[in-house]
């Protein structure tokens, strides 16, 4: 295992008037690293509870042992671990990991992440993990990116070789992930975008298992004939309420790029998708270069959206486009794996025709009606509207209008400029052409500053009509690369729409 990154250790004897030593030193490295004031202190205090309670209950009045107080730095802040060689805990032994009644602060109230294990001869560990709210990667790199091994390849470039063990007449195979297989994911996702993934689970090991056993995805690795991770992707399946499910989080090493890989996990994947009785898939493909893009045209995928500014510019794909210009923007893509039956639809008139022909390339021809588009009668009478709302560290939101009220433009506003005001660069709200006030308010929602962002049916439950708002995101266009003359249409489409535009 590699070593920790910019770390140190603190001994200090088990003796209850050191406890302040160890704050001290915790407190230091957390300034060190650049959380802020109040950050620190509840790092401190953190310190101070756990070690009073392992002092109360791991040592016998004057006994003459030691502890350990190690601090690591992380992609995303730090963690400190406190290693006890006296009687064996579990997590129920430290009441400041459990409700009280006295107002003690708790330790899940000050840390983010709270984890016991046992070592055998080398005692109890307990891990705190503080993030920091604005995680500075650079520096992080800086500090610690290590050289690669002495055996790593370059990139495959036209006249080198890959992988070992890889070879056209040898290509990858594709299997269901399994706990074994996470650190070297982790690995992989380093070689392939540095420490700039902006889902940051990737990087730790144990949430990717966590997030598999629990089901939240399903992921897939690539593996050389050596034996040797060298792929990843997974269906996303957070959003139960969706009849369509997403296909993503993929990664190929450098060196076994252009073998097909990235090809063979997503139709394992798309197999899967339809063995659980999902409608479709999707994905979201880059647009900085149009690799992944010629993936999903070869099998089979269609464009319906294009999400302007989804990601970060920090993204950076390793011996591919190490630095992005702006922000990354995502081509929506669809695969229906069943027939796509939307029923009657209401489609505001501006984007009629377009919607209409997306659901035309989707093999769909749904009941388009006919009736002017106008505010029902009973619309006054309603009950408030209802909102979900979603967001990602990475500056994207979304509204999703789960229930048309009285109050529909004026909630979504709301939602909107509280959004704003927390800095989101980019906002997308979610509204179903199944209902008729779709069609009806479109208008009033594009007054707001929304505009046409594609179509995704089954998508929370709806046939989705994606509008997107740019707050602070600045946009060129040109620099926007599509792959498919289809997909191009859509671009120029949405180019027109944008308010925003020059």
């Keep these: 295992m590699d070593a920790p990154c910019d770390a140190s250790t603190l001994i200090i004897p088990a003796d209850p008037s050191f406890v302040a030593v160890a704050q001290a030193y915790a407190t230091a490295v957390a300034a060190r690293l650049g959380f802020d004031p109040a ?45 006890e060689s006296g009687l064996p805990l579990s997590l129920a032994d430290l009441p400041a990991l459990t409700p009280v009644q006295t107002g003690r602060a708790r330790l899940a109230d000050l840390v983010d992440e709270v984890s016991l294990s046992q070592r055998g001869h080398a005692g109890t560990e307990l891990h705190l993990v503080k993030y920091l709210p604005a995680p500075d990667r650079d520096a992080y790199i800086r500090t610690c990116q290590l050289p690669p091994p002495a055996d790593a390849l370059p990139p495959p470039v036209p006249g080198l070789g890959t992988l070992p063990g890889l070879a056209a007449s040898h290509p990858c195979q594709v299997r269901r992930f399994s706990p074994a297989d996470a650190l070297e994911v982790a690995r992989t996702v380093y070689k392939a975008y540095g420490y700039s993934y902006p889902f940051e689970d990737m990087y730790y090991p144990e949430r990717l298992s966590a997030h598999n056993a629990a089901g939240r995805l399903v992921s897939a690795v690539a593996v050389a004939p050596s034996g040797e991770v060298i792929g990843h992707a997974a269906l996303l399946l957070f959003d139960a309420a969706s009849a369509i499910v997403e296909v993503g989080l993929a990664a190929v090493k450098p060196a076994a790029r252009g073998q097909g890989c990235l090809t063979r996990l997503t139709e394992f994947l798309r197999d899967e998708a339809r063995r659980r009785g999902y409608t479709a898939v999707y994905a979201r493909t880059v647009t900085s270069h149009t690799v992944s893009q010629k993936v999903t045209a070869h099998l089979g995928f269609t464009p319906v959206g294009l999400m302007l500014g989804f990601g970060p510019a920090t993204l950076s794909f390793r011996h591919l ?25 209401y489609l505001p008139e501006r984007h009629r025709e377009m919607l209409a022909a997306l659901y035309r390339r989707l093999g769909a021809h749904p009941e388009l009606s006919a009736a002017p588009c106008a505010l029902p009668p009973d619309v006054a009478t309603r009950s408030l509207t209802r909102l979900k709302s979603r967001a990602l560290p990475t500056g994207f939101a979304a509204i999703i209008m789960q229930d048309y009220g ?10 909107l400029q509280d959004l704003i005001r927390q800095h989101y660069e980019v906002i997308f709200l979610y509204l179903d052409l199944a209902d008729p006030l779709t069609c009806a308010l479109g208008p009033q929602f594009e007054a707001l500053g929304f505009f046409f962002a594609g179509l995704l049916p089954g998508a929370h439950g709806l046939q989705a009509l994606l509008l997107q708002y740019l707050n602070s995101a600045s946009l060129d266009y040109d620099r926007i690369q599509i792959h498919a003359p289809a997909a191009r249409n859509l671009l120029a489409y949405i180019r027109r729409a944008d308010p925003n535009r020059p």
């Design 406 to 415: 009285s109050d529909a433009v004026t909630a979504v506003h709301a939602r």
């Design 321 to 345: 486009r190490e630095h992005l210009p702006q922000r990354e923007s995502l081509l929506v893509e669809y695969l229906p794996l069943q027939p796509v039956n939307p029923g009657t639809l």
């Design 39 to 83: 950050a620190q202190v509840e790092l401190q205090e953190a310190v101070g509870l756990a070690l009073r309670d392992i002092l109360a209950r791991a040592f016998e009045p004057g006994e003459r042992q030691s502890l350990t107080l190690a601090s690591e730095r992380l992609p995303a802040g730090l963690r400190l671990v406190i290693t």
